[in-house]
């Protein structure tokens, strides 16, 4: 079975830097698909950035940026230039060949002004 | 920008009762699913359908849910004998294939309350 990690549940940033969300996966396939995942506090999920594992270049949409690491597994969220907006949960999530998408716990990004 | 649409927002139901929980997914998506938050923990995956049937479920998926997609528009999950522990956020989603790269586009969940 697939599993992600998130090992961050709580993380802060000041408006207008940087931050990383960190994420970890165990499969043994090699074909499947990375994502994250915003809920804010409307309770939505909203697709931030997707990476497809056979593609070595790292997803990039406007702010966010990931850093895939496959041989390590692991999936980082970076979001540059943080926003007030940008306050919410963030999930990391993992998908093969199959329907279901395999959440992490989540981490909790707080931006203060 | 084409909305999964979730009815209704919250709803409040008595332990032992059925509850029907509502979704209008995209139109030309063809790919249909019910996601579970329990509060505080992970988004679950519980039921994935295609074509007017279960493609896949997980072990959450038992036999007091059921899923169907009664008209061109609609697709409901049915709770037949509502637990306390089945108090979470449920979310719908739909996609237009089933690959991965067409994405999920997710509904902005109906609150169930089990009292």
């Known amino acids: 079975a697939q599993t992600v990690t998130q090992s961050q549940p709580e993380m802060s940033v000041q408006e207008a830097e940087t931050v990383t969300l960190s994420c970890t996966y165990d499969?043994?396939?090699?074909?499947?698909?990375l994502f994250w995942y915003k809920q804010p506090p409307s309770r939505q999920m909203i697709l931030v950035i997707r990476q497809e594992a056979y593609k070595q270049q790292n997803a990039t949409e406007n702010r966010f940026s990931v850093n895939f690491q496959k041989a390590a597994k692991s999936f980082s969220l970076k979001i540059s230039d943080s926003q007030l907006g940008d306050a919410a949960m963030y999930f990391c999530?993992?998908?093969?060949?199959?329907?279901?998408?395999?959440f992490g716990k989540g981490t909790s990004l707080l931006v203060t002004p | 920008e084409p909305e999964v649409t979730q009815t209704p927002s919250h709803q409040v139901t008595q332990m032992g009762q059925e509850v029907i929980l509502r979704c209008v997914p995209i139109s030309n998506h063809l790919y249909f699913y019910w996601y579970r938050q329990i509060l505080g923990q992970k988004v679950e995956f519980l039921v994935s359908?295609?074509?007017?049937?279960?493609?896949?479920k997980s072990e959450i998926f038992d036999d007091q849910f059921s899923v169907e997609r009664p008209d061109g528009s609609n697709f409901t999950l049915k709770i037949r004998s509502t637990k306390l522990e089945d108090s979470a956020m449920y979310f719908c989603?739909?996609?237009?294939?089933?690959?991965?790269?067409?994405?999920?586009?997710f509904g902005s969940g109906t609150r169930l309350t089990v009292v």
């Open positions: 999530a993992y998908r093969n060949s199959g329907y279901a998408l395999n």
């Open positions: 989603a739909s996609s237009e294939g089933q690959g991965a790269n067409y994405g999920y586009t």
């Open positions: 359908f295609y074509n007017n049937e279960i493609s896949e």
């Open positions: 499969t043994s396939e090699s074909d499947y698909y």
